[in-house]
């Protein structure tokens, strides 16, 4: 009985199990219904090329497997008015797979974003919430026949694991021929000069061919394919270069074999060997490089001790199931599981895995504990915050992930030359071969000197020179507690001159207290309530103070509570407003604070002391003084910014007296006070108009437009979620010494960078020229080739061992200004 073959998965088949279809008139024949059905949706949707484009492809049908959307709910995050998935794709057979998929779902109304890695086979999709579904989006996927899989960094360490075992195997067995293949390569370079016996010669010569074989097509084979995919594809990549080098100086020397001409198998082979090589140890620079990741990842609990109802006992759940609300127990020695409040017990938890900070931090009622720390002395019994998907740990691992992933612009310089590189490489070889042709050269000498033109060319250097920096970059500041979010982050801090600070809790200590409440014509214990019931509704540092001392059950309610950033509150109480805030903003409500009133206030606020007024109905109230200390490491590290080059501002919505005793105390010369948050960000941008450029390192809501308008905005960890999302940089840990460190290490990065493109460019300048005048033989070209990759593997990985401690990130470097 003949032997069909599937119209859609290539496979061949009995005719008896034959599915045979119409399509557009013509019959077409499938192996399975799951072929026809992704077959006819393919034609459907004009996506016939798919079957053009897929060069490599793995005949057989699709997966089959049953798809709920629970394990993925963890996995989704609600960003605005979207939400976004990262999901492991099974079934990927070759590049075309992802055009395929990127094509497809990108035509599904709602889905805004698709993007397949094809090395990792990891799916990154945003859409719009409301406008299509979770189910609807792993529905389109599976129709496919691809088969979505939550995803998970160790499906990433196999890939990487994978590919360093497949390398290794490839090298090992070209290292092994090509030393049995020199063995007798030296023979005939001996014969060549000092005479052999005609048999002897050829015995050998045929030898040194059959060692050279599993060479060029086993171990070179990944180069083959890729070069047949590239030219299916009219791309031409590092790959081609290698493929045609080595081929070309077997086919010549199988050709020599018969016309009498010496042969070169151990070029062809040691271009491939050494090669290898070099992939080998790039590979394995790549894996050392996504450790910070992996060991992220390993922090995320799996379970969770789920207390039941009445609190008679916990069962054990998966973390994925969690929602906000729901109790868990803790008990010594475990992690905690999801981003929680503590609401029993009392404990030591060691943060240091997401805040750097080594020392254990007390855990009481009211405390906030993250998940992936580690309980250390007593039971807590928390109630959880966030769902799986949204935890500070969660949050660190998008933040590296999409670091590692976001080009700087030095990269995109370097991709554009890499995408000329090897067509005008292969152009520059060609001439090369017939200018030697028509000299005094023969084809032999031609052949080889075009062959090293092909070899000693590195476009590996060049593309890897950005990206492994960056990728170590960021993932040496990610452990030390310093989120960046992108490539493109680090060159702005390295390039920054300019460095703005806000007042309240980055400068100060965050915490502040109140020291004196100051009536006018109302018991103070009254005056103090009755602001304390306003700044109930407000999470702003001075409010926090303000309700220091009154107990929950003393408040007042109030009504149609208003905030107005950088200014002041307002509320409403039996029909009457209440407004506490800076003095424009209680006379902008109609509010007389009088000749008096603000004789106290200049008093008041003369040592430093912020200080909020208080207003019922037009009628004023009285002071309050909020003081706020300066961190006692404020003055080092603006010194050390300083020395790293960069200008120092203070940019604060405070009053002019407190900023400026807080900027005279901690050395910074450029004071600016009273800043509503819409002129922070006008201010940013005047300084970016005057040629600056700009770090803005801020807390708070009303920071959000100034670290947005910034060329780099640092926000710390425990500032508020508008502040994070709106920074490019996030310090874990609470310690303003991070700033400088960050700037130092930031600027080492981008040195590193520059030191690789330099070379990478100097390289292929002086090589290539050398190449092409017949200087340089065929291996030697495969060694300086593969030297020039390691050298830039090997200065990207002095950054992981950069040591970020304040002498380093204070060393004084050019100054800028």
Request: charged share 20%.
């Amino acid at each position: 009985m003949s032997a069909l073959k599937c119209d859609h998965c290539l496979l061949s088949f009995p005719e008896r199990d034959a599915v045979r279809d119409a399509v557009d008139g013509q019959e077409k024949v499938f192996c399975c219904s799951g072929c026809r059905g992704v077959f006819r949706l393919i034609h459907g949707e004009g996506l016939d090329e798919f079957y053009r484009r897929r060069e490599g492809w793995t005949p057989g049908p699709p997966e089959e497997a049953e798809l709920t959307t629970a394990p993925f709910l963890a996995s989704v995050r609600r960003e605005g008015d979207g939400e976004e998935m990262s999901i492991h794709l099974s079934g990927i057979r070759c590049a075309s797979c992802i055009w395929l998929i990127e094509r497809y779902l990108s035509r599904v109304e709602g889905i805004k974003e698709i993007s397949v890695n094809y090395a990792t086979h990891r799916a990154r999709i945003r859409w719009t919430f409301g406008r299509v579904s979770l189910e609807a989006v792993l529905a389109r996927i599976k129709s496919l026949g691809y088969i979505p899989r939550p995803y998970a960094t160790s499906q990433v360490e196999e890939n990487l694991e994978r590919e360093k075992r497949d390398l290794l195997v490839r090298f090992g067995t070209a290292s092994f021929f090509s030393m049995q293949l020199m063995l007798y390569t030296t023979a005939l370079y001996a014969g060549y000069f000092q005479g052999i016996e005609p048999l002897y010669k050829k015995v050998f010569e045929v030898i040194a061919a059959f060692l050279a074989a599993p060479v060029m097509f086993y171990c070179g084979y990944p180069f083959l394919k890729n070069t047949a995919r590239g030219l299916g594809n009219r791309a031409f990549t590092m790959d081609t270069l290698v493929f045609l080098g080595s081929f070309s100086a077997y086919a010549y020397s199988i050709g020599a074999l018969f016309t009498g001409g010496e042969v070169y198998f151990d070029t062809s082979a040691m271009i491939i060997t050494l090669i290898l090589l070099g992939r080998y140890m790039e590979a394995g620079a790549k894996s050392r490089a996504t450790q910070t990741i992996s060991s992220l990842f390993s922090l995320q609990s799996k379970e969770a001790r789920l207390l039941k109802a009445g609190g008679n006992g916990a069962v054990t759940v998966p973390v994925s199931s969690l929602k906000p609300g729901d109790r868990l127990e803790v008990i010594p020695g475990e992690k905690i599981p999801i981003d929680s409040t503590v609401i029993g017990g009392n404990s030591e938890v060691n943060e240091a895995m997401i805040t750097g900070e080594a020392m254990p931090v007390g855990k009481e009622r009211g405390g906030e504990v993250f998940g992936g720390t580690l309980n250390l002395s007593g039971r807590l019994l928390i109630e959880v915050k966030r769902t799986a998907g949204d935890t500070v740990l969660a949050r660190i691992i998008r933040a590296v992930e999409d670091a590692q992933a976001r080009k700087a612009p030095l990269q995109k310089t370097a991709d554009r030359v890499v995408g000329w590189f090897v067509p005008a490489i292969i152009g520059i070889s060609i001439a090369t071969f017939f200018f030697r042709l028509a000299g005094a050269s023969g084809a032999t000498a031609a052949l080889m000197n075009a062959i090293s033109v092909v070899v000693i060319a590195c476009p590996c250097a060049l593309g890897l020179a950005t990206p492994l920096a960056v990728f170590i970059g960021s993932s040496s500041l990610s452990s030390k507690g310093i989120l960046v979010k992108g490539g493109d982050i680090i060159e702005s801090v390295a390039r920054s001159d300019f460095v703005c600070f806000d007042k309240t809790g980055t400068l100060t200590a965050g915490t502040p207290s109140l020291i004196k409440v100051f009536p006018y014509g109302t018991e103070k214990q009254t005056l103090h309530v009755l602001a304390a019931s306003l700044e109930k509704y407000s999470g702003h540092s001075i409010a926090k103070a303000i309700r220091k001392g009154v107990e929950d059950c003393d408040l007042c309610s109030v009504e149609a509570f208003r905030a107005h950033p950088g200014r002041g509150v307002e509320g409403v109480r039996e029909g009457v407003r209440l407004a506490a805030g800076n003095i424009p903003f209680l006379e902008s409500l109609g509010v007389v604070i009088g000749e008096g009133g603000e004789k106290d206030f200049l008093s008041l606020s003369a040592g430093g002391d912020t200080v909020t007024g208080f207003a019922v109905g037009k009628e004023f109230k009285g002071w309050f003084v909020i003081s706020d200390e300066l961190r006692p490491e404020a003055p080092a590290v603006i010194e050390s910014v300083k020395r790293l080059g960069r200008r120092v501002g203070l940019l604060t919505g405070d009053q002019r007296a407190v900023a400026e005793n807080i900027g005279e105390r901690a050395g910074i010369p450029v004071v600016d006070a009273e800043v509503l948050p819409l002129e922070k960000a006008a201010r940013i941008r005047q300084f970016k108009e005057s040629g600056r450029r700009v770090v803005m390192v801020g807390d708070g809501i009303n920071d959000a437009p100034a670290l947005t308008e910034a060329d780099v905005g640092v926000a710390f960890g425990n500032a508020t979620d508008v502040a994070i999302e709106s920074a490019g940089v996030v310090l874990m840990r609470n310690d303003l010494r991070l700033v400088p460190a960050m700037i130092a290490l930031s600027g080492k990065t981008l040195a590193v960078i520059r030191q690789n493109l330099f070379w990478a460019f100097s390289y292929n300048i002086i090589a290539i020229p050398l190449a092409v005048s017949g200087m340089i033989h065929p291996i030697l070209s495969a060694a300086f080739m593969a030297s020039s990759s390691l050298i830039v593997v090997g200065n990207s990985l002095r950054l992981r061992r950069m040591k970020m401690d304040e002498n380093r990130a204070g060393r004084k470097s050019p100054d800028r200004r």
